[in-house]
Protein backbone atom coordinates (compact mmCIF):
# COMPACT_ATOMS: atom_id res chain seq x y z
CA UNK A 1 0.00 0.00 0.00
CA UNK A 2 1.17 3.48 -0.41
CA UNK A 3 1.68 5.92 2.05
CA UNK A 4 1.24 9.41 2.94
CA UNK A 5 2.65 10.96 -0.44
CA UNK A 6 4.25 14.83 -0.30
CA UNK A 7 5.31 17.13 -2.59
CA UNK A 8 7.69 18.26 -3.88
CA UNK A 9 10.27 16.65 -1.94
CA UNK A 10 12.71 19.80 -1.97
CA UNK A 11 11.55 23.77 -2.38
CA UNK A 12 13.63 26.76 -2.91
CA UNK A 13 12.28 29.64 -3.27
CA UNK A 14 12.83 33.69 -2.74
CA UNK A 15 11.37 35.71 -0.29
CA UNK A 16 7.83 36.89 -1.12
CA UNK A 17 6.91 33.64 -3.74
CA UNK A 18 4.22 31.48 -3.24
CA UNK A 19 4.99 28.46 -2.18
CA UNK A 20 2.34 25.48 -2.36
CA UNK A 21 2.93 21.68 -0.61
CA UNK A 22 0.99 18.90 -1.26
CA UNK A 23 -0.33 15.70 0.10
CA UNK A 24 -2.13 12.58 -0.67
CA UNK A 25 -3.20 10.81 2.55
CA UNK A 26 -3.44 7.08 3.19
CA UNK A 27 -6.72 5.75 1.13
CA UNK A 28 -9.57 5.25 3.79
CA UNK A 29 -7.39 7.72 6.17
CA UNK A 30 -10.17 10.35 7.40
CA UNK A 31 -7.74 12.29 10.04
CA UNK A 32 -4.94 14.61 8.14
CA UNK A 33 -2.33 16.71 9.82
CA UNK A 34 0.08 19.15 8.57
CA UNK A 35 3.52 19.69 10.79
CA UNK A 36 6.32 21.85 10.79
CA UNK A 37 9.98 20.56 12.15
CA UNK A 38 12.92 22.97 13.12
CA UNK A 39 15.88 22.30 14.87
CA UNK A 40 14.62 24.67 17.88
CA UNK A 41 11.19 24.14 17.81
CA UNK A 42 10.83 20.45 17.51
CA UNK A 43 7.52 19.43 15.31
CA UNK A 44 4.63 21.74 15.39
CA UNK A 45 1.03 20.54 14.68
CA UNK A 46 -0.48 23.36 12.52
CA UNK A 47 -3.50 22.26 11.46
CA UNK A 48 -5.51 19.26 11.30
CA UNK A 49 -8.69 17.96 9.44
CA UNK A 50 -11.05 15.69 9.97
CA UNK A 51 -13.54 13.77 7.31
CA UNK A 52 -11.99 16.81 5.06
CA UNK A 53 -13.15 19.92 7.79
CA UNK A 54 -10.45 21.30 9.44
CA UNK A 55 -10.59 21.13 13.37
CA UNK A 56 -7.98 23.09 14.90
CA UNK A 57 -5.95 25.48 13.00
CA UNK A 58 -4.71 27.36 16.09
CA UNK A 59 -0.99 26.57 15.55
CA UNK A 60 -1.29 27.95 12.21
CA UNK A 61 1.41 30.88 12.78
CA UNK A 62 -0.35 33.61 10.56
CA UNK A 63 -2.33 35.07 7.81
CA UNK A 64 0.35 34.19 5.59
CA UNK A 65 -0.34 30.46 5.93
CA UNK A 66 -3.40 28.77 4.53
CA UNK A 67 -4.49 25.11 4.55
CA UNK A 68 -7.20 23.12 2.07
CA UNK A 69 -8.51 19.80 2.14
CA UNK A 70 -11.46 20.20 -1.09
CA UNK A 71 -11.45 15.77 -0.95
CA UNK A 72 -10.58 12.72 1.22
CA UNK A 73 -7.35 11.81 -1.29
CA UNK A 74 -5.68 15.44 -1.56
CA UNK A 75 -4.74 18.64 0.85
CA UNK A 76 -2.58 21.70 0.15
CA UNK A 77 -0.74 24.13 2.09
CA UNK A 78 0.10 27.36 1.27
CA UNK A 79 2.33 30.08 2.46
CA UNK A 80 2.01 33.34 0.88
CA UNK A 81 4.35 35.44 0.70
CA UNK A 82 7.26 33.58 1.74
CA UNK A 83 9.63 34.46 4.49
CA UNK A 84 12.87 33.19 5.19
CA UNK A 85 11.93 31.84 8.59
CA UNK A 86 9.38 29.76 7.15
CA UNK A 87 12.56 27.77 6.11
CA UNK A 88 11.66 23.70 7.27
CA UNK A 89 10.21 20.36 7.05
CA UNK A 90 7.05 20.46 6.69
CA UNK A 91 5.25 17.05 7.20
CA UNK A 92 1.75 15.58 6.36
CA UNK A 93 0.24 12.77 8.34
CA UNK A 94 -2.96 10.76 8.51
CA UNK A 95 -4.75 8.85 10.81
CA UNK A 96 -8.25 6.76 10.74
CA UNK A 97 -10.59 7.17 13.18
CA UNK A 98 -9.93 7.59 16.82
CA UNK A 99 -6.40 5.60 15.82
CA UNK A 100 -4.21 8.23 17.35
CA UNK A 101 -1.17 6.63 15.12
CA UNK A 102 -0.23 8.62 12.68
CA UNK A 103 1.73 7.75 9.67
CA UNK A 104 3.74 10.22 8.21
CA UNK A 105 4.95 11.10 4.45
CA UNK A 106 8.44 11.94 3.76
CA UNK A 107 8.43 15.60 4.47
CA UNK A 108 9.18 18.80 2.07
CA UNK A 109 11.96 20.62 2.77
CA UNK A 110 11.40 23.95 2.45
CA UNK A 111 13.90 26.79 1.92
CA UNK A 112 13.31 30.37 1.54
CA UNK A 113 15.73 32.63 0.91
CA UNK B 1 7.29 25.94 30.26
CA UNK B 2 7.35 23.38 27.07
CA UNK B 3 4.62 21.06 27.32
CA UNK B 4 6.79 18.02 26.34
CA UNK B 5 10.40 18.39 27.65
CA UNK B 6 13.26 16.05 26.44
CA UNK B 7 17.11 15.96 27.13
CA UNK B 8 18.21 16.51 23.75
CA UNK B 9 20.98 14.44 24.38
CA UNK B 10 23.20 13.51 22.36
CA UNK B 11 23.88 10.24 24.33
CA UNK B 12 26.44 8.11 23.01
CA UNK B 13 26.23 4.44 24.14
CA UNK B 14 28.28 1.42 23.16
CA UNK B 15 26.65 -1.50 21.39
CA UNK B 16 25.43 -3.81 23.96
CA UNK B 17 24.26 -1.21 26.84
CA UNK B 18 21.42 -0.18 28.47
CA UNK B 19 19.49 3.32 28.26
CA UNK B 20 16.78 5.34 29.34
CA UNK B 21 15.53 8.46 28.16
CA UNK B 22 12.65 10.49 29.98
CA UNK B 23 9.90 12.67 29.22
CA UNK B 24 8.07 15.07 31.14
CA UNK B 25 4.95 16.69 30.08
CA UNK B 26 3.08 19.35 31.95
CA UNK B 27 -0.99 18.94 31.23
CA UNK B 28 -1.89 16.32 33.73
CA UNK B 29 -5.24 16.09 31.60
CA UNK B 30 -2.90 14.18 29.17
CA UNK B 31 -4.35 11.07 28.01
CA UNK B 32 -2.36 9.00 25.80
CA UNK B 33 1.26 8.74 25.11
CA UNK B 34 3.64 7.41 22.77
CA UNK B 35 7.30 7.12 21.88
CA UNK B 36 8.01 7.86 18.36
CA UNK B 37 11.37 6.80 16.35
CA UNK B 38 13.23 9.44 13.92
CA UNK B 39 15.80 8.38 11.89
CA UNK B 40 18.50 11.02 10.33
CA UNK B 41 16.29 12.90 7.44
CA UNK B 42 13.36 10.92 7.76
CA UNK B 43 9.86 11.08 9.18
CA UNK B 44 9.16 10.41 12.51
CA UNK B 45 7.51 6.53 12.64
CA UNK B 46 5.69 4.88 15.65
CA UNK B 47 7.41 3.19 18.21
CA UNK B 48 5.07 2.16 20.56
CA UNK B 49 2.34 3.05 23.15
CA UNK B 50 2.31 3.89 26.79
CA UNK B 51 0.43 2.65 29.10
CA UNK B 52 -0.18 3.26 32.85
CA UNK B 53 0.79 -0.29 33.60
CA UNK B 54 4.04 -0.33 31.49
CA UNK B 55 4.68 -1.99 28.63
CA UNK B 56 7.07 -4.00 26.97
CA UNK B 57 8.45 -4.49 23.25
CA UNK B 58 11.44 -7.24 22.41
CA UNK B 59 14.19 -4.92 23.94
CA UNK B 60 12.12 -1.81 24.25
CA UNK B 61 9.99 -0.89 27.73
CA UNK B 62 7.98 2.45 28.21
CA UNK B 63 6.91 3.75 31.83
CA UNK B 64 4.30 6.27 32.48
CA UNK B 65 4.21 8.03 35.63
CA UNK B 66 1.11 10.53 35.86
CA UNK B 67 1.60 11.54 39.30
CA UNK B 68 5.09 12.95 38.23
CA UNK B 69 3.88 13.54 34.85
CA UNK B 70 6.60 11.64 33.36
CA UNK B 71 7.16 8.55 30.59
CA UNK B 72 10.23 6.58 29.80
CA UNK B 73 11.69 4.33 27.48
CA UNK B 74 14.56 1.91 28.54
CA UNK B 75 16.59 0.21 25.67
CA UNK B 76 18.37 -2.82 26.44
CA UNK B 77 20.79 -4.45 24.22
CA UNK B 78 21.40 -1.33 22.10
CA UNK B 79 22.32 -1.79 18.57
CA UNK B 80 23.71 0.04 15.97
CA UNK B 81 20.41 0.28 13.93
CA UNK B 82 19.15 1.88 17.26
CA UNK B 83 20.43 5.38 16.54
CA UNK B 84 18.14 7.68 16.00
CA UNK B 85 16.35 10.74 17.77
CA UNK B 86 13.63 9.67 20.06
CA UNK B 87 10.47 11.51 20.09
CA UNK B 88 7.98 12.02 23.24
CA UNK B 89 4.33 12.72 22.27
CA UNK B 90 1.03 12.97 24.08
CA UNK B 91 -2.40 13.66 23.53
CA UNK B 92 -4.20 16.10 25.47
CA UNK B 93 -7.38 14.79 24.20
CA UNK B 94 -9.88 15.79 22.17
CA UNK B 95 -8.84 14.59 18.96
CA UNK B 96 -6.08 13.23 17.65
CA UNK B 97 -3.82 16.22 18.52
CA UNK B 98 -0.46 15.13 19.44
CA UNK B 99 2.12 17.10 20.84
CA UNK B 100 5.53 16.20 20.11
CA UNK B 101 8.95 16.63 22.36
CA UNK B 102 11.61 18.15 20.51
CA UNK B 103 13.31 14.44 20.72
CA UNK B 104 16.51 12.86 22.40
CA UNK B 105 19.19 11.78 20.07
CA UNK B 106 20.79 8.14 20.45
CA UNK B 107 24.49 7.37 19.03
CA UNK B 108 25.05 3.33 19.39
CA UNK B 109 28.63 2.88 18.70
CA UNK B 110 30.57 -0.06 18.00
Known amino acids: DAGVIQSPRHEVTEMGQEVTLRCKPI?????LFWYRQTMMRGLELLIY????????DSGMPEDRFSAKMPNASFSTLKIQPSEPRDSAVYFC???????????FGSGTQLSVL | RKEVEQDPGPFNVPEGATVAFNCTYS??????FFWYRQDCRKEPKLLMS???SGNEDGRFTAQLNRASQYISLLIRDSKLSDSATYLC???????????FGTGTQLKVEL
Open chain 1, 93 to 103: ASSWGSNEKLF
Open chain 1, 27 to 31: SGHNS
Open chain 1, 49 to 56: FNNNVPID
Open chain 2, 27 to 32: NSASQS
Open chain 2, 50 to 52: VYS
Open chain 2, 89 to 99: VVNRGGGNKLT
